[in-house]
Nanobody, 125 residues
């Protein structure tokens, strides 16, 4: 079963830092583009940052440029989001997303897009 498991959320004061991590399950054969999204109460889910399979190309929302950094470790099937200079408006549930290939029950390789369960980030003013 394919799973993406996030960790690292929490409560931090304005200006503080947090590091989110997302680990993919062992049934995955390869990970392509991965990203972090967030959803604040009453708002739509939005892309925060994305990184290509090789890690050479990244993309950030304008609101987090210069403050957040996305990275990945393909050997460990993980992606991380380092968040610095946090602001109250960064408060949201953060979700990991990945385009990937996995083995199904018959060990065939299948493509898929998966989400993690989400982790709460709260920035107090």
């Amino acid at each position: 079963q394919v799973q993406l498991v996030e960790s690292g959320g929490g409560l931090v004061q304005t200006g503080g830092s947090l590091r989110l991590s997302c680990a993919a399950s062992r049934s995955i054969t390869s990970l392509n583009t991965m990203g972090w999204y967030r959803q604040a109460p009453g708002k739509q889910r939005e892309l925060v940052a994305a990184i290509t399979a090789g890690g050479r190309s990244t993309n950030y929302a304008d609101s987090v440029k210069g403050r957040f950094t996305i990275s990945r470790d393909n050997a460990k099937n993980t992606v991380a989001l380092q968040m610095n200079s946090l602001k109250p408006e960064d408060t949201a549930v953060y979700y990991c997303n990945a385009n990937l290939y996995y083995h199904d029950d018959y060990y065939r390789v299948r493509p898929g897009n998966y989400w993690g369960q989400g982790t709460q980030v709260t920035v107090s003013s």
